[in-house]
């Protein structure tokens, strides 16, 4: 059977390489049911748990946007979740000079690395003066130097968030335009506005028509 070309009825599997495999019922192998990524296994389709990167286009500690994307990921159900810090990831700011003379530093490599190494990314973008902060779009620009597809064709959900009314929708409008020709497979944009006042901790987005439409934005990043 070509698996490739037919929806496939996958069947409850058990373990496979330490992960729970359930049965998602017709699928397509490399698409998504749920949180569930469906692979080829022998003669059957199995699914595994979704893995999704989840980080906050900021270095700042209290990083509202990494904490919104976390939240937004967490909505995922049973997904396997990394929350990537940015300050954990280190790069000198990028010169064409510096390239030169020392190729791409290591840590956008590692950056580039756990792109691929995920099944999906849910990422939120801080907006400084109408832009990405200095920060992510160093990193950006030096992983692109690595690959220009950097975002390695995932399925995305783009955000944004800031304290004004705004949210962020500058910076989130500038990546809509240009994270799918550097490979995202962007599924679904949101932005959250006054994030402050519509973000509670303990139980998420408080307007009920914005927390729909983040609802919405994370099944569409999920959706076959
Ligand atoms: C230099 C600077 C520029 C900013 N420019 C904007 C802006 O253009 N639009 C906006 O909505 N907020 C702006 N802000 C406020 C940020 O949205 C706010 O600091 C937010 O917390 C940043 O997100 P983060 O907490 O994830 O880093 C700016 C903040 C700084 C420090």
């Known amino acids: 059977m070509n698996f490739s070309a037919f929806p496939c009825l996958c069947r409850i599997e058990g373990l496979i390489q330490g992960l729970r495999v359930d049965c998602v019922g017709r699928a397509k192998p490399g698409s998504f049911v749920g949180s569930r990524r469906c692979e080829v296994r022998g003669d059957h389709v199995a699914a595994f748990i979704m893995k999704v990167l989840s980080l906050g286009g900021s270095t700042s500690s209290e990083s509202i946007n990494r904490r919104f994307a ?69 990193l950006y620009d030096w992983v692109s130097r690595i690959e220009q597809k950097l975002w390695s064709g995932k399925p995305m959900l783009l955000l944004a968030s800031s304290p004004g009314g705004r949210g962020g929708a500058t910076v989130l409008e500038a990546a809509k335009a240009t994270f799918p020709r550097m490979g995202a497979d962007l599924r679904a944009s949101f932005s959250l506005p006054s994030f402050y006042d519509n973000f509670d901790a303990e139980t998420g987005i408080r307007d009920a028509a914005l927390a729909q439409g983040l609802r919405d934005a994370v099944d569409a990043l999920t959706a076959a």
Do not use: C, W
Not at 77 to 100: I, K, M, N, Q
């Open 70 to 138: 976390r939240y937004a990921a967490s909505l995922i159900s049973e997904a396997d979740v990394t929350d990537l810090d940015l300050r954990t990831l280190e790069v000198p700011l990028y010169s064409v000079d510096l390239e030169e003379r020392d190729g791409a530093p290591a840590d956008a490599q590692r950056f580039l690395d756990m792109i691929r190494s995920h099944d999906a990314i849910v990422i939120s973008l801080a907006e400084h003066n109408g832009s990405y902060t200095a920060a992510f779009k160093n």
